[in-house]
């Protein structure tokens, strides 16, 4: 079955810090891989998606089939970057998104 | 464009009642899906929708649960016979015909007393 897991509930970080969110999948075929934030208040809203291989906001993620992994990273971190983060999947073929459980971004000054 | 539109933001029904959750896609989508995220989840798919058809319904529960997006006004995902455990928040989402985006609206928060 399809599986999205993200391991931190919340990642605490300083201002200036790099920042990485974990990402892991399980999918046999060929998935897609998409980034969504959640910032306060506001919707949910796309973020990146690994077919794009762009850097959104200083954030950037590769997706490693052998490691199943598609990690957020962003090496300076700013006080505007504390959100909700959400690591999703989709099958190819299919419109359905798989959500992983989401990482709280927590930037301090 | 106005974006998704939910409605209403927040729902409170006895359990045993009916609830009825509204989403307008934004103008020229015509494809939507509905999440489910319960407290300290992930956001679960439930159905995806084009007008007047039901694409795919794998994630909606067998019963009580149904949802349409007729060939005019919103989609409505309806729940009959609430009860405690449906308590959550139910995301609509949309996108134009031949994207993989997927455009949210701010949810719908359902509280069952």
């Known amino acids: 079955a399809q599986r999205v897991t993200q391991p931190e509930k919340l990642l605490s970080v300083f201002k200036g810090a790099p920042v990485e969110l974990k990402c892991n999948y399980s999918?046999?075929?060929?998935?897609?891989l998409f980034w969504y934030v959640q910032y306060s208040r506001q919707r949910l809203q796309l973020l990146l998606r690994?077919?794009s291989r762009e850097s959104i906001k200083g954030f950037t993620a590769d997706l490693n089939k052998g490691e199943t992994s598609f990690h957020l990273k962003k090496p300076f971190a700013q006080e505007e970057d504390s959100a909700m983060y959400y690591c999703a999947l989709k099958d190819t073929g299919f419109q359905k998104l798989v959500f992983g459980t989401g990482t709280r971004l927590l930037v301090s000054p | 464009n106005a974006g998704v539109m939910q409605n209403p933001r927040h729902l409170v029904r006895r359990r045993g009642q009916e609830a009825r959750l509204r989403c307008s896609p934004m103008?020229?989508?015509?494809?939507v899906y509905w999440y489910r995220q319960l407290p300290e989840e992930g956001l679960k798919f439930m159905v995806y929708?084009?007008?007047?058809?039901?694409?795919?319904e794998s994630g909606m529960p067998k019963e009580r649960f149904s949802a349409e997006f007729p060939k005019e006004g919103p989609s409505i995902l309806r729940i009959q016979q609430v009860v405690r455990g449906d308590s959550a928040a139910y995301f609509c989402?949309?996108?134009?015909?031949?994207?993989?985006?997927?455009?949210f609206g701010p949810g719908t928060r359902l509280t069952v007393l």
């Open positions: 103008k020229g989508h015509s494809h």
């Open positions: 989402a949309s996108s134009p015909p031949a994207t993989d985006t997927q455009y």
């Open positions: 999918y046999s075929g060929s998935p897609e």
């Open positions: 929708l084009q007008k007047e058809n039901i694409i795919d």
């Open positions: 690994h077919i």
